[in-house]
């Protein structure tokens, strides 16, 4: 096979290349050293001016090599070309012309001592300059083949039988020498391929590394630092500020109303809203400045080097500025809305988790008080923070020593007066008698994650109490029981409750499941409409309610499996003198009636309300009117009273059968007996 059709030679590169050239002076050297030997031996026995010439011309190739090493030291050759191969080849060639000519013209005329260096020093040279060059084999080869051939042609000239020894050496000397090239060639070449290999994965590890560390500390929505690299920065910034007696405004800041772009809009247009909004806070610090994102619609800025409050507050009111613009989010303009809690170092606190925790409390009392603002720690919110870690304590210990009891309220029949059922109300009881309203402790509940223990503990008790009355003897009618947010969103407790009911013996049909819109509407409410359609299978009932004050009540009603509704007790308040309430409610009756779906108004305390809604055709009603929420043993009481009562009607105050009410004002147009 052709050293040129070798398959090899496709794969020789520039790391060969590099390779042959780095070992350059030391060959020269080598080079330069054997022929000024060789030039000593035979001086004795050859023309001076021979000797000279020969080495003079051993001298300017090996300069030669020396002065292209030098110049090309400093570069690294992306490839190698065939022609490049070539070159490389012919300049073998006449490398290896000087060591032929000493064994084509002195060979066999030589003594026999200066013959023994000579054959010595060429194949010393055959072989020496065939490894250095093997990394270009054809190269390598070349120059073995021209001083083998001329070395074995000599010697077969010569014709005697050490001259023949002499040859048959060499060739088979040639022969070793061309395999060891070739696999020196092959080895190195798949070196290069492995190291090249080597190399890339070691890239690639390195390009991997380096993205995996830029996500670990980056945002991969807006680009901004996360939370974790939000809390190396503020680091960083409260130790600096500790060294050069500086200070360090942390503003935590929470895009109003996110979740509503988020949920009506999609995430598309969310995240659309969010990395503009983190574009706009960015644009308006300094460069020293850090804005990062630390939750899904939360964002962190650590101002530096504020002299006074005076300056944070300027600072805040420029980020404001920045942010209020309208933003196109699907074809609608968006006015963003930020909610600000901010804590300063020195003056709030003097490490890490207390500045954060500062902030995150002034925001906290910003969203409760008035979104849109931004307000500074104080101490007042610190003891806020104590009071609500007291109530927590008090909330774990009220669950452990059953504190907790239900109320219920009855339901009436606002046609009939009749006793409809129950809605369970929760009251907490502590060990000292004084009773403490839901308003008070449901929020701490909620932001300490109690609520879901506390929603089990209402559905157990309502099936005991609702268990005594049936195995009593008295028929309680509907009972309404309130499920929180949490619970309908987690399918092992509503599977569990409709075990529990199942288990009791009471119908499923007798349980009226009472949810709000922050059931239905928000994230992590995808599989809601799903679960209810399951309860209702099993028999329960599915209640509404607050309906009217929340977002888009009224789109939600043909999708939702609802069986009833229940109104605010915000519009009963006012249905006598707001005549736009008394339509708003008038309205939802009658859509409710054209749909099947009972309505129930809670918050009657007057004849007048009472007499308006039957004109409406509300069905069901709540309220001091017909009776408070009572404990457990006075609603027995009642179901009694109402059992032995041949009307079982619980309304003392006379109620008109069949009024006439104006319903644009609420007054009888007629007298009723």
């Not at 774990?396 to 109320?407: K, N, P, S, Y």
Request: charged share 25%.
């Amino acid at each position: 096979m052709s050293i040129w059709r070798h398959p090899l030679i496709d794969n020789i590169g520039p790391e060969q290349l590099s390779s042959l050239f780095k070992i350059t002076p030391t060959s020269a050297v080598g080079i330069l050293t054997s022929a000024s030997v060789m030039a000593f031996t035979i001086q004795r026995e050859v023309p001076v001016l021979h000797v000279l010439l020969w080495w003079s011309v051993r001298f300017l190739l090996s300069s030669y090599s020396l002065f292209r090493w030098y110049k090309s030291k400093h570069k690294t050759p992306k490839s190698v070309s065939r022609r490049a191969i070539v070159k490389l080849s012919i300049t073998a060639f006449f490398f290896s012309l000087p060591w032929s000519y000493l064994m084509l013209r002195y060979l066999g005329s030589l003594s026999h001592g200066s013959e023994l260096i000579l054959v010595i020093v060429v194949a010393g040279m055959a072989a020496s300059g065939a490894i250095q060059l093997s990394r270009i084999y054809p190269a390598a080869l070349t120059y073995l083949g021209v001083i083998s051939i001329s070395s074995i042609a000599k010697c077969i000239y010569l014709g005697t039988f050490e001259y023949y020894m002499v040859g048959l050496l060499m060739l088979s000397y040639s022969l070793f020498i061309k395999r060891v090239v070739i696999d020196t060639a092959q080895l190195s070449i798949e070196n290069t391929k492995v190291i090249g290999l080597l190399r890339e994965q070691v890239d690639e590890m390195n390009k991997t590394k380096s993205e995996l560390q830029r996500h670990a500390m980056e945002d991969p929505l807006t680009s901004l630092p996360n939370r974790r690299e939000f809390h190396n920065r503020l680091t960083t910034a409260i130790n600096e500020a500790k060294r050069h007696g500086s200070t360090v405004a942390l503003l935590i800041c929470d895009l109003d109303h996110f979740k509503n772009i988020n949920d009506l809009s999609g995430h598309l247009a969310g995240d659309k809203l969010l990395i503009e909004f983190a574009k706009r806070l960015k644009g308006a610090v300094r460069d020293y400045d850090v804005v990062a994102r630390i939750g899904g619609d939360e964002f962190a800025v650590i101002a530096k080097h504020h002299t006074s409050p005076k300056d944070t507050v300027e600072f805040a009111h420029r980020l404001y500025k920045a942010i209020t613009p309208p933003i196109s989010i699907e074809g609608k303009d968006v006015k963003p809305g930020m909610s600000v809690g901010i804590s300063m170092f020195p003056y709030d606190s003097r490490d890490v988790q207390t500045i954060l925790s500062h902030a995150n409390l002034a925001l906290q009392r910003g969203k409760a008080d008035s979104r849109g603002q931004f307000y500074f720690f104080d101490q007042e919110m610190k003891s806020k923070l104590t009071s609500d870690e007291a109530m927590e304590s008090d909330l774990r210990l009220a669950l452990v020593e059953e504190e907790f009891e239900l109320f219920y309220q009855p339901k009436v029949s606002i046609r009939t007066g009749l006793l409809q059922g129950f809605e369970a109300l929760l009251r907490w009881r502590r060990s000292d008698g004084t009773m403490v309203s839901p308003g008070v402790f449901f929020p701490v509940a909620e932001d300490r994650g109690l609520m879901a223990y506390i929603s089990d503990f209402v559905i157990e008790r309502a099936i005991k109490d609702i268990s005594t009355w049936k195995k009593q003897g008295f028929n309680p009618g509907k009972i309404s029981i309130n499920i929180h947010p949490v619970q309908i969103k987690d399918e092992h407790r509503m599977r569990r409750l409709v075990r529990d009911i199942e288990n009791s013996g009471i119908n499923p049909g007798d349980i009226y499941l009472e949810i709000t819109e922050e059931c239905v509407i928000g994230r992590g409410t995808e599989n809601i409409p799903e679960m209810l359609e399951y309860l209702r299978n099993k028999g329960f009932r599915i209640s509404l309610d607050d309906f009217g004050t929340g977002y888009a009540s009224l789109s939600h009603l043909k999708d939702l499996p609802v069986d009833e509704l229940k109104f605010d007790r915000s519009f009963i308040h006012d249905l006598l003198s707001n005549a736009v309430n008394r339509s708003i409610v008038h309205a939802m009756v009658k859509l409710a009636n054209s749909l099947g779906i009972t309505t129930v108004a809670e918050g009657i305390e007057s004849q007048e309300q009472h007499n308006v809604l039957l004109a409406i055709g509300c069905t069901t009603g709540q309220g001091y009117l017909y009776n408070r929420p009572l404990d457990f043993d006075d609603a027995t009481n009642l179901l009694k009273e109402t059992k032995n009562t041949a009307s079982k009607r619980i309304v003392l105050n006379k109620s008109p059968v069949n009024p006439k009410i104006d319903i644009q004002t609420g007054r009888k147009t007629a007298n009723y007996g």
